[in-house]
T-cell receptor
């Protein structure tokens, strides 16, 4: 079974430039997550989609970050304009279901996109 | 605000030894506690998980000990092997809310020396 795919794997940009990341979840997974992992820290949830609707975007800096999942499959995360503190690995994860009461639906993570903002 | 605190930041263990990583949380609404293992250049992968209604869960060489009253839990890796060298994250989530989103600790970089 193919895992979560992300591209690009690495990106270097100047501050104030814009950048976009792409994620293709595991086939059939309804829920998609974007996490930000700053060096030396654990991943922090930015946004969670259930199909093409947003479940939780409370940690997303909406003045510069945006994300979409138009057809309930692939997703893109955009940063515009980028700041130095956005340097991090951006992880995409997917799970079979996200909203299912007492059952944990395992999140499967992609390899991430390492962003460096100069 | 770090909702899950993890220690130590790094750990060096001899092959065959026991690796112990500790985590603590404050939010009593958390009701599921997974551990993730991350190798360089890879995304985190689920290793083992526990619910707060049990005090211990064992899978092979990996054991989670859970102390609900102290709001602490720990991962024990028995007979540590060089292949276990990775970064380990504890996490917590609130299943009853249905959100399934994870709150991660800061990670522990484990190095097992042959």
């Amino acid at each position: 079974e193919a895992g979560v795919a992300q591209s690009p794997r690495y990106k270097i940009i100047e501050k104030r430039q814009s950048v976009a990341f792409w994620c293709n979840p595991i086939s059939g997974h309804a829920t998609l997550y974007w996490y930000q992992q700053i060096l030396g820290q654990g991943p922090k949830l930015l946004i969670q989609f259930q199909n093409n609707g947003v479940v939780d975007d409370s940690q997303l800096p909406k003045d510069r970050f945006s994300a979409e999942r138009l057809k309930g499959v692939d997703s893109t995360l955009k940063i515009q304009p980028a700041k130095l503190e956005d340097s991090a690995v951006y992880l995409c994860a997917s799970s079979l279901l996200g909203l299912s009461g007492r059952k944990y639906n395992e999140q499967f993570f992609g390899p991430g996109t390492r962003l460096t903002v100069l | 605000q770090q909702q899950v605190k993890q220690s130590p930041q790094s750990l060096i263990v001899q092959k065959g030894g026991i690796s112990i990583i500790n985590c603590a949380y404050e939010n009593t609404a958390f009701d599921y506690f997974p551990w993730y293992q991350q190798f360089p250049g890879k995304g985190p992968a689920l290793l083992i998980a526990i619910r707060p209604d049990v005090s211990e869960k064992k899978e092979g060489r990996f054991t989670i000990s859970f102390n609900k009253s102290a709001k602490q839990f720990s991962l024990h890796i028995m007979d540590s092997q060089p292949g276990d060298s990775a970064t380990y994250f504890c996490a917590a989530t609130r299943l009853l809310t249905g959100a399934n989103n994870l709150f991660f600790g800061t990670g522990t970089r484990l190095t097992v020396i042959p």
